[in-house]
Every structure is written in C-alpha cells, then in structure tokens.
C-alpha cells in the first residue's frame, strides 16, 4: 500500500503538519488508525511510538478525546523508538535541539541526533547534517563534509540535497569561469 493511503488517518486526526517526516518514505506510516498506533505503541512497536511521539508534539484536535501538545510526552515516545533505534524518533530528537521546542535548543546536540539518524541512512537527516557542517551551526564548518552528506541525500532523492548540490556546482562553475578570465 503506498504511504499517502496509509495515511489517511494522520490527515483525518489533524496530524497534517506532522506528516513533514513523510516526505521521507523511511519514516511513512503503516497504521490505519490513532487506535491501532496507540496499542501498538504501548506494544513496543517502534514506528508506532514514533508517531505517537508526533501526535503528542503537534496535538490531536479533533479525536473525542484531544490530545495536547505536550513535547514532555512526545519526547518519552520518541525516546521509547531511539532505544530501538528508529531513525524518525532519532531526526526528531534532532529537530528537538535544533527548535528549540521540548528541550533548550542546542545545535551540537542537534548535529549529534540528526548524524546519528543519517548514518542510518535517513536522507532529511543527511541533509540537515549538510546544512549544519556547511553553516558551521553545533559543529565546526566543513564544507566538504558538508558536500559529502547532500550528496548522500541526493542520491536517496532528497530533492533540497539534489538543489544544493546543483547551487553549489553553479557557484563553483562561476567562480572558475572568473578565475580563466584572469
């Protein structure tokens, strides 16, 4: 079944925003309802805790009992998935730091949870790893690690990987095309 079937129930509960991990097809849900999340989740089942970390740290709305945000109860989830090393709970630690939201933002705490992640071959972590090793932002500046990790993303079709690596080739193109002017 693809992902964006799957995911019907995350639409329905109000869970649209936090379906900016689906974007990566790692992290797309196999669940059809909030229910069978929840039963799985207190289970062990590592997907299922990771999303119901997501539902905690966006908020369910419409359900006949709402869940709060509450980032305390999302991070308990999420930490529940990291001990099974699920790489979604792990980028979402990650966007914890790096947001600032649930914990005091902390970009080299950041850069530690998104490098775990993409080392597991998350392609939005191997990204954000790029874009902090470019930055220099938790970590020291180095672009060609920085090149190294978009072009990791890229190849897994992370399209803003693809878009950096094609600003950078332009940059690098310009530059020596003014160095031959010389």
């Known amino acids: 079944m693809q992902w964006w079937k799957r995911c019907g129930w995350i639409v329905a509960l109000g869970l649209l925003p936090c379906t900016a991990m689906a974007w990566d097809q790692d992290c797309d849900p196999d669940f059809e ?6 039963q799985k989740a207190k289970a062990g089942n590592a997907d299922a805790q990771y999303w119901l970390g997501e539902a905690y740290f966006y908020g369910l709305n419409n359900l006949d009992e709402p869940i709060a945000e509450d980032n305390q109860a999302a991070k308990k989830w999420y930490d529940l998935a990291v001990k099974q090393n699920d790489a979604c709970a792990i980028h979402a ?3 914890m ?4 939201e649930g914990v005091a933002e902390d ?6 949870w ?3 992640a993409a080392k597991l071959g998350l392609s939005k972590s191997q990204f954000n790893v790029g874009v902090l090793l470019r930055d220099g932002e938790g970590v020291e500046q180095d672009f060609e690690r920085a090149r190294g990790w978009f072009a990791i993303a890229a190849a897994q079709g992370d ?3 693809q878009e950096e690596l094609s600003n950078w080739d332009a940059t690098i193109a310009a530059i020596l095309a003014g160095e031959d002017e010389e």
């Open 33 to 38: 309802s909030y229910a069978e999340v929840l």
């Open 93 to 95: 630690i990650g966007w």
């Open 97 to 100: 730091y790096d947001s600032g």
């Open 107 to 112: 970009m080299s705490q950041a850069f530690t």
């Open 114 to 116: 998104y490098e775990r």
């Open 159 to 161: 399209t803003e990987a």
